[in-house]
């Protein structure tokens, strides 16, 4: 039996993660598990998975749920919380499901420990991808992606060798505005942002769906994942969510995976590798389909993509900077005191006003992080 921390247990992911943790419970226990805010659900998955250890955002939270539940089960709050998770003694994987850069100390020292990394949190490597890679490296810790597309590229790249590869090819449905030109996503609301054509996902990642920097952040985490130049990795949109990544060899073969838009898919095969179990669900059905569409990426249209490739290619702190600008923009956005094409003129800004430092220590990556939050919310 695998045993699973999971930091981010209600959010989308986090919730996935426990369906799959559900449908097979000879192969896999909850042992550790973080929430935020979310006290009323952690109450219902305490009491249905009984895991040796709780993490919750606040103290007073911690208290409450410690004077319920046995003192077998520990319950922490806080960044401190956050890592026992990470490293629980008894944990053989790490589920990183939490939403934003909150992610990445808890990751690095879960490396340290030696703990298998199933990464969902994209901001860990955009923010501080050099510090975790060469963490990884050091230690021999495998990082297995949870997301669709780099878990595509994951799966497609089984059995081939690294050296072999001319180009990936990551997948973006478009979002909720994909379909809209620049003028007319003026004066949209959160409503209509939040209104994804084909994902079930979080508040701040759908956000990020519609303006692009989701696939910005994808293609910044491929290329710390598997190594490869940015003018090598490209975004083509792709309105099923079908073809979840290809890549292309040298040979001119082009390797695809495929699947229904299920993130539960993604999420299983990391827990299970190199084995695959068996899911329930609607299997793909290709002929129903009828057709699959291919779309160039505009990057005047989508102008987060185009700052990721800028921040990317410039390295060092400038994609700490572009993660803290959107995570703060996305923020103000949701709470309605920014418009959303705002969000992309504070994150052109912030980089803008930024003196890149090139392989910048944790404690920089944080001045620089909470540095940039401060300067956006200034702006308003």
């Not at 809209?180 to 609301?189: A, I, K, Y």
């Not at 006003?353 to 308003?380: F, G």
């Amino acid at each position: 039996m695998k045993k699973v921390s999971l930091m981010g247990a209600t959010g989308s992911i986090g919730l996935q993660t426990l369906d799959v943790i559900r449908e097979h419970p000879e192969e896999f226990k909850l042992t550790a598990m973080s929430v935020g805010k979310n006290i009323e659900k952690a109450r219902k998955m305490i009491m249905e998975f009984s895991p040796r250890l709780v993490s919750v955002q606040y103290k007073e939270d911690a208290e409450s749920l410690s004077r319920e539940f046995p003192s077998s089960i520990k319950i922490l709050h806080g960044e401190e919380g956050l890592v026992e998770v990470a490293c629980h003694q008894d944990a053989d994987v790490l589920v990183n499901a939490v939403l934003g850069s909150v992610g990445l100390y808890p990751t690095l020292q879960a490396i340290e420990a030696g703990k298998t990394i199933a990464i969902a949190n994209k901001e860990t490597l955009v923010t501080a991808g050099h510090l975790v890679m060469e963490a990884a490296k050091r230690k021999g810790t495998s990082l297995l992606p949870v997301d669709s597309e780099h878990s595509a590229i994951f799966q497609a790249l089984q059995g081939e060798k690294e050296k072999n590869i001319e180009k990936l090819i990551i997948t973006a449905s478009g979002g909720s505005f994909r379909d809209r030109t620049r003028d007319e996503l003026v004066g949209v609301t959160v409503h209509e942002a939040l209104n994804h054509p084909n994902w079930s996902m979080g508040a701040k990642i759908t956000i990020d769906s519609a303006s692009m920097m989701n696939k910005g952040l994808e293609v910044i985490e491929a290329h710390w994942l598997f190594d490869m130049p940015y003018d090598q990795i490209s975004v083509v949109q792709h309105r099923e969510s079908i073809i979840h990544s290809m890549i292309q060899f040298h040979d001119s073969s082009v390797m695809a995976q495929l699947g229904t838009p299920d993130m539960r898919v993604p999420i299983q095969y990391a827990l299970t590798y190199p084995d695959r179990f068996h899911r329930p669900g609607k299997r793909l059905d290709l002929v129903e389909i009828g057709k699959l569409h291919f779309e160039e990426m505009d990057l005047d249209r989508f102008r987060c993509l185009a700052f990721a490739y800028d921040a990317g290619r410039i390295g060092g702190s400038m994609t700490t900077v572009l993660n803290a600008a959107n995570e703060a923009s996305v923020a103000l956005f949701l709470d309605n005191k920014i418009s959303f094409l705002d969000i992309e003129r504070n994150i052109e800004k912030a980089m803008n006003a930024h003196k890149v430092i090139h392989k910048p220590d944790l404690e920089t990556i944080y001045e620089i992080d909470l540095h940039t939050r401060r300067l956006v919310s200034s702006w308003l």
